[in-house]
Nanobody, 124 residues
Framework: QVQLAELGGGLVQAGGSLRLSCAAS????????MGWFRQAPGKDREFVAT????????AYANSVKGRFTISRDNAKNTGYLQMNSLKPEDTAVYFC?????????????????WGQGTQVTVSS
């Protein structure tokens, strides 16, 4: 069982930056791929970014590529999502996820563990 807790959401103006953190309880955090998904009101949860257990490989949604960076520090059992050049359309609840799964899986239903989510609001 893995417990995840996100921190770092908030309100930011368009063009600004935020850094989300995801603290994990897993004994062997490096055994789990992890990712970030987001869900805007009235929409399905969508893929944002994923990273392998070692951190060697990453994947991004086209909508955030070049603006967001996913990373992890396995010694601290923590994952991160650095979000730059934020746009109003990035407004959503952001969820951290982990699983024994290929990092290329972008379907939320296939990921095993989820945090409670953190709100990110980008004003225009």
């Amino acid at each position: 069982q893995v417990q995840l807790a996100e921190l770092g959401g908030g309100l930011v103006q368009a063009g600004g930056s935020l850094r989300l953190s995801c603290a994990a309880s897993a004994r062997t955090f490096s055994s789990y791929a992890m990712g970030w998904f987001r869900q805007a009101p009235g929409k399905d949860r969508e893929f944002v970014a994923t990273i392998t257990g070692s951190g060697a490989s990453t994947a991004y949604a086209n909508s955030v590529k070049g603006r967001f960076t996913i990373s992890r520090d396995n010694a601290k059992n923590t994952g991160y999502l650095q979000m730059n050049s934020l746009k109003p359309e990035d407004t959503a609840v952001y969820f951290c996820t982990a699983g024994v799964i290929a990092y290329t899986v972008v379907s939320a239903e296939r990921w095993d563990y989820w945090g409670q989510g953190t709100q990110v609001t980008v004003s225009s």
